[in-house]
């Protein structure tokens, strides 16, 4: 069964900092891009960071390049994303997703479901 849990959302003020997890299982971990994504009520899915597995490419928004840093664990299968210096803009739900190869992730093979990070002003 192929799972991608997420992790480590939560409450914090703006300037901040919050670790976020993807734990993945049931593929193969190694063939595949990590990408976070973050969706508020009413507006579309944004793609925030993305790192592959396979050939090593990476991704930021423009919104978070500088801020955010993806990293991957193959050992743990597992991808986190460090968020500092949030802003109440970051506040969202973010979402994992699994997409053979490489960055930006399209549609996504695989998603997880969301963590909820609030950023307060």
């Known amino acids: 069964e192929v799972q991608l849990q997420a992790s480590g959302g939560g409450l914090v003020q703006a300037g901040g900092s919050l670790r976020l997890s993807c734990a993945a299982s049931?593929?193969?971990?190694?063939?595949?891009?990590i990408g976070w994504f973050r969706q508020v009520p009413g507006k579309e899915r944004e793609g925030v960071s993305c790192?592959?597995?396979?050939?090593?490419?990476?991704y930021y928004s423009d919104s978070v390049r500088g801020r955010f840093t993806i990293s991957s664990d193959i050992a743990k299968n597992t991808v986190t994303l460090q968020m500092n210096s949030l802003k109440p803009e970051d506040t969202a739900v973010y979402y994992c997703a699994a997409e053979l190869w490489g960055c930006p992730i399209r549609s996504g093979n695989y998603w997880g479901q969301g963590t909820l990070v609030t950023v307060s002003s």
């Open positions: 790192i592959s597995n396979s050939d090593g490419s990476l």
């Open positions: 049931g593929f193969i971990f190694d063939d595949y891009a």
